[in-house]
């Protein structure tokens, strides 16, 4: 009999700390600076997300402003450059001083 009354006692005395320490969990997870930490979190996540998106757009509209206002740029100049080399080329075959445009 004082086995089983040992027994029942330990085993509410497990139940009184599982209780208690659930119960400081719960006031744990339910105080103000853990309410402010996740409500900041979530804050910044958005911001971040806001961020990255803005950051794509201006990625993409200053790839494509390169693309439509440097890259014919750089062709015309490396066909003018061919072409000068090939008069200076043709000069010096022919002996004469090309005329500077």
């Known amino acids: 009999m004082q086995f089983v009354d040992l027994l029942s006692s330990i085993e509410f005395v497990d139940f009184l700390f599982s209780s208690l320490k659930h119960e ?8 103000s600076i853990v309410i402010h930490a996740k ?3 979530s804050e910044a996540v958005v911001v971040s997300k806001k961020l990255l998106r803005s950051t794509g757009k201006a990625t993409w509209i200053a790839n494509t402003t ?9 062709i015309e100049m490396d066909h003018d ?21």
């Not at 390169?66 to 750089?74: M, S, T, Y």
């Not at 450059?81 to 445009?101: G, M, R, V």
């Open 66 to 74: 390169l693309l439509i206002l440097a890259v014919p740029l750089i």
């Open 81 to 101: 450059q061919q072409l000068t080399e090939i008069e200076l080329q043709n000069a010096s075959l022919l002996d004469t001083t090309p005329t500077p445009k």
């Open 39 to 41: 409500r900041s979190t």
């Open 24 to 31: 400081h969990h719960r006031n744990v997870s339910q105080s």
